[in-house]
């Protein structure tokens, strides 16, 4: 491993540096995507519906209680506490809440598409210093090393290229599971916020 680090230069570490931190970003926020808000969304919707039909809305809200860990119960909570009020209230009480999750669900995930930036930088960066330095070594050498000391600087040059695209290429990877998960998680909150609407506007209609 150390070897290997040793071949490209100072880069190779600086790289490895920006790796640690994209692995850490990346555990962090798939932990909390994936398994803290790992969730039936259907079935949680659906026993607030059939509390809030049954029994009303201190029912439903009990329900909702229950799921105030996922953005979903805190959202759907923020429309029943408005249920007795105006269709446009409950509606804005809906979105202020939809709006107030959406950063929670985003955060720190455009991180790792920085750092994919930045290693493929660095790399590009490590190339062009080994290559500098190949090219000085070249032009002091004695005319029987310059072969070896030009083969040797562009050894170093490729190493940092091929070491900030194999950091790159995962933290891209990464940034695009974790925001299509965002980006699912949102959606299906946007669905059962509009849906739950539509519920409580009937039932004032009926009641």
């Known amino acids: 491993m150390f070897s290997f680090l040793d071949s490209g230069g100072t880069f190779m570490y600086i790289i490895l540096a920006v790796s640690v931190f994209a692995l850490a970003m990346f555990l962090e ?25 049954n029994s009303g809305y201190r029912s439903a ?43 929670l669900l985003k955060a720190r995930i455009n991180y790792l598409s920085m750092f994919a930036n930045v290693a493929t930088l660095l790399g590009l960066l490590g190339t062009i210093v080994g290559l500098i330095a190949a090219f000085e070594g070249v032009s002091s ?34 940034f695009y599971l974790l925001n299509n998960r965002g980006d699912h998680l949102l959606d299906q909150c946007e669905e059962k916020s509009l849906s739950l609407f539509n519920a409580l506007t009937t039932k004032k209609r009926e009641d």
């Open 29 to 53: 926020r798939a932990y909390f995507l994936y398994i803290r808000l790992n969730m039936n969304i259907e079935l949680a919707y659906q026993r607030i519906i059939v509390a809030l039909q």
């Open 61 to 103: 809200l009990r329900e909702c209680e229950n799921i105030t860990v996922h953005p979903l119960g805190r959202i759907l909570k923020a429309g029943l506490l408005h249920a007795g009020k105006r269709d446009k209230e409950i509606e804005q009480a809906l979105q202020e809440s939809m709006l107030r999750e959406m950063p």
């Open 141 to 174: 050498a004695v005319a029987a090393e310059k072969q070896a000391v030009l083969a040797s600087g562009i050894s170093v040059a490729m190493f940092t290229t091929a070491f900030g695209l194999i950091v790159s290429i995962p933290c891209l990877v990464g």
